[in-house]
């Protein structure tokens, strides 16, 4: 097969990069350091002189309660001017401006008792923010501490030489490298000498572990989840998948979300709105102490940081998924998008081709030129080689042994298999071509799959038919997406309209624009974009342009292009897209709790704001019903972080493991299928003895191999399903489809026994129905298996 040697450049050292960090890191760190010292120590100041003064009213000491409540009530205004300095210097005129209006008021007119309310209530509300915070960017937090610093490097020649301890950024591309038992992989490579067992949950949310064999590619950020092995370096940190990760996550923060600023909108109105009911509660009752409940009413000081609370749970709930979303304004912009733009390659399809079916020449059988074409394909890097290799082992079948092999680029691969020279690829110029290879050059075009043609001496011998396959959990995704809110889904693709038109019709795309080039994929984000918010979802280098003009770009991280997770919002760092189904998800409920949380507190706020106003709430006990409001409104905000378990239906572990189960067997069960439809070909060209033993072949292949599985689907796998998925209801079109597959395969069986009735040989009258009944039975049987894959397979991926 063609081959495509890149040469791996070496990065620039990081250190320059890492050095500039540092000192903003650093006093990131100290300022964090100083806000978690003074929360609680304010907490506790004002919780002591409220509790102080309480026992010295009890005890009739009136004098010294009020003097507890005042210094408690001292004690929070320097701070709540320093947050109110600290917001105007950001340009913001926050709420906490009322509160130390209130806290001056209070003092002003001698209520004390509500003064240290309010301080208490102001130091709580801060305190339990700032542990709703910690709560919510744990798993975030969690993701940065995870990145390794160094890195274990062989010295010496070979994998026996010395090893010592070297910086992370001191790696470099075809470094080889140790990574023990429990440690993390520092950056991309490839596993040499043994086969590694890894732990991959960081990036992909799955807990299984996974085994890489020798040469398989290994992504920076998994644990080593078995013994130690040596790993090759395929890149430097910085262009490593974790490190890509890293800074993403360096960046998540709700601090920029629309919704956040929108909160601040509200400040902007609230603030005068309660200083004028203040106001005319004085004139009108001509009374400081109302204007003072006033504003002791109006100090919601947690209240508009709700909004930032809900959004960092967001962040956070998807985090946990291996969804990393670069900020808040993403994860908002996610959850208010209408337009979803979808490229075909790796984001709707697997990226990667398999095997759709095999054709051999008359006289020989697919599952020998597969084998065939394997043999010859076993040492080749290319991947459609990798692909025919694979379907090989998939069904059982040993490549043959090869000498001599070559392979020419953009031609194909040779080898001498049994003394005679087989290649794998394209037909040499000239090569005369039967019919047999027409219809499957035929089928080929209208499938929009790649030959791989299969010669020995150079007489064509069978052809390999590969395609990139939609991936089974598209259809379920794009579903959940339309409930979420999604009302336009496009596909933009740079491939031909054919095959894209054909995914579209599968998926019940809105619109199809083919053979786009980066520039024209930037064109149409630009276009819709006019008309809604737009989510971008690409994997390659030639999408990253189109992400970065998208209102979110969403990257396929996992085995996209580190360009295109660069200029991503998002990044799904798992190979499944249906976890962009639940990153909409999150963003939508994580916005609309922060929506409610910002309006529901501000609406109990200004209620309260009206009784005050007419003399019927006082104060101290104004004070405690805002402080009860302003935990309710962070304690709603906080249901971001939980799960939605109407999103995706719990399995229970026995029901995942026969979907495991029957999941295997539909790849074990892909040479009887094929068998089917060989059998109608041949029916087709010849109704005689060869035909009719095919035809008993498969009646063979049936009984003994796919009506048990049916069977033990329909009793064993539906009933579990049904348990989940709400009933039998849910399991009842597909219960039709084993009946209609039982019901072809007896037909098959009947004409067999007419044809030993009639001296073995099949009647002309049969050959129509007989060969409709396999064309029929083949057709039902790839639905059926296409609608099981999609519908139950894709719950347990």
Not at 159 to 187: C, H, I, K, Y
Not at 365 to 389: K, N, T
Not at 693 to 709: A, F, Q
Not at 757 to 768: F, H, I, K, T, Y
Request: charged share 20%; glycine share 10%.
């Amino acid at each position: 097969m063609a081959t495509t040697a890149e040469a791996p450049e070496a990065a620039e050292a990081p250190e320059a990069a890492e050095a500039a960090e540092a000192p903003e890191a650093e006093t990131g760190a100290a300022a964090g350091t100083r806000l978690t010292r003074l929360e609680p120590a304010l907490l506790a100041v004002t919780a002591a002189a409220l509790v102080a003064g309480g026992v010295a009213w009890l005890l009739g000491h009136g004098d010294v309660a009020d003097l507890c409540w005042a210094l408690g009530t001292v004690a929070a205004v320097g701070p709540s001017l320093g947050w109110v300095l600290g917001a105007l210097r950001h340009g913001r005129a926050g709420v906490d401006l009322i509160a130390v209006l209130a806290l001056g008021g209070t003092l002003a007119v001698g209520e004390y008792l509500a003064g240290a309310l309010i301080a208490l209530m102001l130091a709580t509300g801060r305190t339990l923010e700032a542990a709703a915070q910690r709560r919510a960017s744990h798993d975030l937090r969690a993701l940065l501490e995870h990145a390794p610093r160094t890195a274990r490097k062989r010295t010496g020649a070979g994998t026996g030489g010395a090893v010592r301890t070297v910086p992370l950024a001191e790696v470099r591309p075809g470094d080889l490298l140790v990574v023990g038992p429990g440690e993390v992989v520092p950056v991309d490579g490839t596993v040499v000498g043994a086969a590694a067992v890894l732990d991959e949950s960081v990036l992909t949310g799955e807990s299984a572990p996974v085994e890489r064999a020798p040469g398989q590619s290994v992504r920076s950020g998994v644990v080593n989840a078995g013994g130690a092995f040596d790993l090759r370096a395929t890149a430097t940190e910085r262009d490593s998948t974790y490190a890509g990760i890293v800074r993403l996550a360096r960046q998540a923060g709700a601090e920029s979300a629309p919704v956040v600023r929108l909160a601040d909108r509200y400040a902007a109105w609230f603030l005068p709105l309660s200083l004028a009911v203040a106001g005319a509660a004085w004139l009108a009752g001509g009374s400081a102490v109302r204007a003072v409940a006033v504003l002791v009413v109006a100090t919601p000081c947690p209240l508009l940081l709700a909004a930032p609370v809900a959004i960092v749970s967001g962040l956070s709930r998807a985090s946990r998924l291996g969804v990393v979303v670069r900020d808040g304004g993403g994860l908002e912009n996610l959850g208010r998008a209408r337009t979803l733009l979808l490229d075909k390659t790796g984001t709707l399809t697997g990226g990667r081709p398999r095997v759709e079916d095999v054709t051999a020449a008359p006289g020989r059988q697919p599952a020998e030129v597969l084998r065939l074409a394997a043999g010859v394909d076993q040492y080749s890097p290319h991947v459609l080689a990798h692909a025919i290799v694979e379907a090989a082992r998939e069904r059982g079948l040993e490549p043959v042994a090869a000498t001599e092999v070559s392979e020419q680029a953009g031609r194909g691969a040779r080898a001498v298999v049994d003394g005679r020279v087989t290649a794998v690829g394209r037909l040499e110029p000239g090569t005369p071509v039967p019919d047999w290879a027409r219809a499957a050059e035929n089928r080929a075009l209208l499938d929009g799959a790649a030959v791989a043609w299969v010669t020995v001496e150079g007489v064509p011998v069978g052809a390999v038919l590969l395609r990139d396959p939609l991936r089974p959990d598209a259809p379920r995704t794009l579903r959940r997406l339309r409930a979420a809110g999604i009302e336009r889904i496009v596909m933009l693709t740079g491939d031909r309209p054919e095959p894209a038109r054909e995914i579209a019709a599968v998926l019940g795309l809105d619109e199809v624009r083919a053979e786009l080039s980066p520039a024209g994929k930037v064109a149409a984000v630009h276009a819709e974009r006019e008309r809604a918010v737009t989510v971008m979802v690409g994997d390659g280098v030639n999408d990253a342009p189109a992400l970065a003009a998208a209102d979110v770009g969403v990257a396929m991280g996992a085995r996209g292009s580190t360009a295109s997770s660069e200029a991503a919002d998002v990044v799904l760092t798992t190979d499944r897209v249906d976890r962009l189904a639940d990153a909409v998800a999150i963003a939508v409920r994580a916005r609309r709790i922060a929506v409610q949380s910002a309006l529901g507190g501000m609406l109990l706020s200004l209620a309260a704001m009206g009784v005050a106003a007419v003399g019927l709430l006082p104060p101290a006990l104004g004070a405690l019903l805002q402080e009860g409001i302003d935990v309710a409104v962070i304690l709603n905000a906080l249901r971001a972080l939980r799960v939605d378990r109407a999103a995706r239906p719990a399995l229970e572990p026995a029901t995942e493991a026969l979907i495991h189960r029957f999941a295997a067997e539909h790849d074990d069960l892909q040479d009887v299928l094929q068998a089917v439809r060989d059998a109608a070909a041949r029916l087709t060209e010849d109704g005689g003895e060869q035909a009719l033993d095919s035809v008993r072949e498969v009646h063979r292949l049936l009984t003994e191999r796919l009506l048990p599985h049916e069977y033990a689907e329909e009793h064993q796998l539906y009933p579990a399903l049904g348990r989940t998925l709400g009933g039998p209801e849910a399991t009842a079109t597909m219960s039709r489809a084993h009946a209609e597959i039982d019901r072809l395969a007896r037909r098959v069986a009947t004409h067999l026994a007419l044809a030993e009735d009639g001296g073995g040989a099949l009647a002309p009258e049969q050959l129509e129905d007989l060969r409709a009944c396999l064309y029929g039975l083949h057709t039902v049987l790839r639905l059926h298996f296409t609608q099981e894959e999609e519908n139950y397979f894709s719950l347990a991926p």
